[in-house]
């Protein structure tokens, strides 16, 4: 229960004064539905005016505040502005424009009465102009000279976002400090609450924003500190096999000198009563399903059943007919349970699992739901991690009498500092090498103007006998998104293949989406179009080809995710990033670096540094972001010292008692992370 001091903080932004229905709408639009999201939606900085007697070459592209009379109106005609003609103190002719709002523009400025216009004075022609001024009348609520800018979205003014920032921040309460008093000291930090008042009112002051920064990944860190200290805390079931199922196990090719290590790795945690926390990364490829396999294996000599966790009903399909082949001779039972199974199957998948007739299950979410008991679950295998957050796996900890051993598998290839700060409770396992005999994939960026040259090369692919795959950022999300959509391409490709195109995306049912796959994996269909569906996981070796449309708005981590589908057969394989017309220096530099490396970890460290704090959205999409206040340099310099503060706080106090740890406590509360607090009580 969040203690009643951080309640108002909490209230619907609804509650708020002149916060309609209306507005309330406009909020969600940022990610804004409480007070607390208003304080932490941070000014992007501020812009200072110049009040002038009159419009001067000195004063364009500034932003100006100007007494004026209007002397004319234009309303529109069609898509064109409404123009107000006005004259300033010193004669000038000046126009304010209006493009949306012309009637009410109309009756904030009326002829031959002076009124006070604030906006960016540029060159019309030879006319001075100001789009979308603001109106004042002179002497009522001056402009201020100095103010501060927040990301807005439309309808939302950035006076009445100011209002409600000003607003929420009355309802932040003074709090005790949580910051180690020597950190404190050393940056020279504010206390939480003047931190905060000074962000918004000094948008460029650095050291607020860090405190705020560091603040949030405090939490962070401490989360995550919390969930291994509990969960080691119970005691695990220590499983060491004989070998009699894994030296039966035939497999064509031996391990690499990577898989052997983590092998031995995973098995000597396996073998301790303290449950496993390990993490197992792997650029795509690298053979981590191998590793995955063995483990189970391990589990079952030992009497234990294993659990596997896919991030899809496609993957866990697929891992599900992998282990069927290969364990299939060994008299294992290996059964499947996702949300689609239903009556007869999923009663007797559930009883199995009871009785522990079955040995290894494979499945999505529903593996976990409270219907299903498990007589005795010894390891859990969750695929691709980075589609599971921490709350699932403070779920698989906290409800467990003794916890089974978890091993968690990531191809996002991403850098320590957020390894730390998404993983920080897990030991971590690498897989550095690559198994033998893999030509690496050719990358080429290509202009998307080029579009019928590369139609005409997937033809040739194609007849060829080989299989593509064509990937769309977006399947017709927003009208104002100019991506490409999914359908659109599915349709014209298949005017040019017909019979031969399938297409895959999110909104579909999943049997639908299965009955695709299927037909590609069986090469009854040439080209795959498919949105991100397909980034984790799937194999199907003959694909030789890949395009990415769009290329520039994709993540590097999940570029490099997807471009790991192609390269996994014998033939030679090529990827294609189309690329749009306008594309920034950064993203020419992070489409070049896909050219020159197939290196999964060096992607995401050159990635973290070509892209600066004006494109976290692109570490959003890409499912690496966690943090609103923190920008990836804060995260880069701040996580080391916050994994340390976090640390000492709990070793010295062994919890969260005494009176720094209450304080932590109201921090973690503050950014949400209620579940690791409500894991004390219960641990
Ligand atoms: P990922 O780590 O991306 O999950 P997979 O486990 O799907 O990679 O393995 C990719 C491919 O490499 C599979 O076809 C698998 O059979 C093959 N593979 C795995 N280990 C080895 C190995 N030691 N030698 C040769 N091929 C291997
Ligand atoms: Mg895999």
């Known amino acids: 229960m969040r203690p009643e001091l951080l309640n108002p903080l909490f209230a619907e932004a609804e509650t708020l004064k002149g916060v309609g229905p209306q507005v309330a709408k406009q909020l969600a639009k940022l990610g804004i539905s409480r007070a607390v999201d208003l304080l932490f939606h941070l000014p992007t900085g501020a812009i200072e005016r110049i009040r002038a007697p009159g419009a001067s070459p000195v004063l364009l592209g500034r932003q100006v505040i100007l007494d004026v009379?209007?002397?004319?109106?234009?309303?529109?005609?069609?898509?064109?502005?409404?123009?107000?003609?006005?004259?300033?103190?010193?004669?000038?002719?000046?126009?304010?424009?209006?493009?949306?709002?012309?009637?009410?523009?109309?009756?904030?400025?009326?002829?031959?009465?002076?009124r006070t216009v604030t906006g960016k004075l540029e060159a019309y022609g030879d006319e001075w102009q100001i789009i979308h001024p603001e109106?004042?009348?002179?002497?009522?609520?001056?402009?201020?000279?100095?103010?501060?800018?927040?990301?807005?979205?439309?309808?939302?003014?950035?006076?009445?976002?100011?209002?409600?920032?000003?607003?929420?921040?009355?309802?932040?309460?003074?709090?005790?400090?949580?910051?180690?008093?020597?950190?404190?000291?050393?940056?020279?930090?504010?206390?939480?609450?003047?931190?905060?008042?000074?962000?918004?009112?000094?948008?460029?002051?650095?050291?607020?924003?860090?405190?705020?920064?560091?603040?949030?990944?405090?939490?962070?860190?401490?989360?995550?500190?919390?969930?291994?200290?509990?969960?080691?805390?119970?005691?695990?079931?220590?499983?060491?096999?004989?070998?009699?199922?894994?030296?039966?196990?035939?497999?064509?090719?031996?391990?690499?000198?990577?898989?052997?290590?983590?092998?031995?790795?995973?098995?000597?945690?396996?073998?301790?009563?303290?449950?496993?926390?390990?993490?197992?990364?792997?650029?795509?490829?690298?053979?981590?399903?191998?590793?995955?396999?063995?483990?189970?294996?391990?589990?079952?000599?030992?009497?234990?059943?294993?659990?596997?966790?896919?991030?899809?009903?496609?993957?866990?399909?697929?891992?599900?007919?992998?282990?069927?082949?290969?364990?299939?001779?060994?008299?294992?039972r290996v059964a499947i349970l996702t949300g689609r199974d239903k009556g007869r199957v999923r009663d007797s998948t559930l009883m199995g699992l009871a009785d522990g007739s079955i040995d290894i299950l494979?499945?999505?979410?529903?593996?976990?739901?409270?219907?299903?008991?498990?007589?005795?679950?010894?390891?859990?295998?969750?695929?691709?991690?980075?589609?599971?957050?921490?709350?699932?796996?403070?779920?698989?900890?906290?409800?467990?009498?003794?916890?089974?051993?978890?091993?968690?598998?990531?191809?996002?290839?991403?850098?320590?500092?957020?390894?730390?700060?998404?993983?920080?409770?897990?030991?971590?396992?690498?897989?550095?090498?690559?198994?033998?005999?893999r030509t690496p994939v050719e990358t080429r960026v290509i202009s998307e103007e080029k579009l019928a040259e590369v139609v005409e090369g997937l033809g040739r692919h194609v007849a060829a006998g080989g299989q593509a795959y064509w990937v769309c950022p977006l399947v017709a999300e927003s009208e104002t998104s100019d991506a490409a959509a999914a359908e659109d391409r599915a349709a014209a490709l298949a005017l040019r293949f017909p019979g031969q195109v399938g297409l895959v995306h999110g909104r579909m049912k999943g049997a639908e989406k299965d009955a695709v796959m299927a037909e590609f994996a069986a090469n009854r269909l040439k080209i795959l179009v498919a949105t991100t569906v397909i980034e984790v996981g799937v194999d199907v070796p003959n694909a030789a080809l890949m395009i990415i449309e769009g290329a520039e708005r994709f993540g590097l981590a999940q570029l490099h995710q997807l471009r790991g589908r192609v390269g996994r057969g014998a033939a030679k394989s090529t990827c294609l990033l189309l690329r749009g017309g306008s594309l920034s220096e950064t993203g020419r530099a992070r489409l070049a670096l896909m050219r020159e490396t197939n290196d999964g970890f060096r992607i995401a460290e050159e990635d973290l540094r070509l892209r600066g704090p004006g494109e976290i959205l692109g570490v959003r999409q890409s499912g690496e972001a966690q943090f609103r206040l923190a920008n990836p340099e804060q995260v880069q310099e701040l996580v080391p010292m916050a994994t340390q503060d976090a640390r000492?706080?709990?070793?010295?106090?062994?919890?969260?008692?005494?009176?720094?740890?209450?304080?932590?406590?109201?921090?973690l509360y503050l950014f949400e992370r209620d579940q690791a607090v409500d894991l004390l009580r219960s641990g």
């Not at 695929?383 to 091993?407: I, M, N, W």
């Open 648 to 667: 000492l706080l709990l070793d010295r106090d062994g919890g969260l008692s005494g009176e720094r740890g209450q304080a932590a406590r109201l921090c």
């Open 362 to 437: 494979v499945g999505t979410h529903a593996i976990f739901q409270e219907k299903v008991a498990y007589r005795r679950l010894g390891l859990v295998v969750i695929d691709e991690q980075h589609r599971f957050g921490v709350s699932e796996r403070l779920l698989l900890t906290s409800k467990a009498e003794r916890p089974p051993h978890l091993l968690a598998m990531t191809a996002t290839p991403i850098p320590r500092t957020l390894t730390l700060t998404q993983y920080g409770e897990m030991d971590v396992s690498k897989i550095d090498e690559m198994p033998p005999g």
């Open 135 to 332: 109106v004042t009348e002179p002497g009522k609520a001056e402009p201020a000279l100095k103010e501060t800018v927040y990301p807005l979205t439309e309808g939302l003014t950035s006076r009445r976002l100011r209002d409600l920032v000003a607003a929420s921040l009355t309802l932040a309460p003074v709090l005790p400090e949580w910051i180690e008093p020597s950190v404190l000291a050393r940056h020279g930090w504010k206390d939480w609450r003047t931190a905060l008042a000074t962000v918004h009112a000094e948008p460029d002051e650095a050291s607020a924003r860090t405190r705020l920064a560091y603040d949030e990944i405090f939490a962070n860190q401490l989360a995550l500190q919390l969930l291994r200290q509990v969960s080691r805390r119970k005691k695990g079931v220590p499983l060491r096999g004989d070998g009699r199922l894994t030296q039966a196990l035939k497999l064509p090719y031996s391990l690499t000198g990577a898989q052997r290590r983590v092998v031995d790795e995973i098995r000597g945690d396996m073998g301790q009563d303290v449950p496993m926390l390990r993490l197992l990364q792997g650029d795509v490829g690298s053979g981590k399903t191998l590793v995955a396999l063995l483990a189970m294996l391990e589990a079952v000599e030992a009497g234990a059943q294993a659990a596997m966790l896919a991030p899809t009903e496609i993957l866990a399909r697929q891992h599900h007919a992998t282990l069927l082949k290969q364990l299939d001779s060994l008299g294992i």
């Open 69 to 114: 009379t209007p002397t004319e109106v234009r309303q529109s005609r069609g898509r064109g502005p409404t123009r107000v003609h006005a004259v300033d103190g010193e004669g000038n002719m000046l126009t304010l424009a209006f493009f949306n709002n012309g009637g009410w523009a109309a009756k904030q400025l009326p002829l031959g009465e002076k």
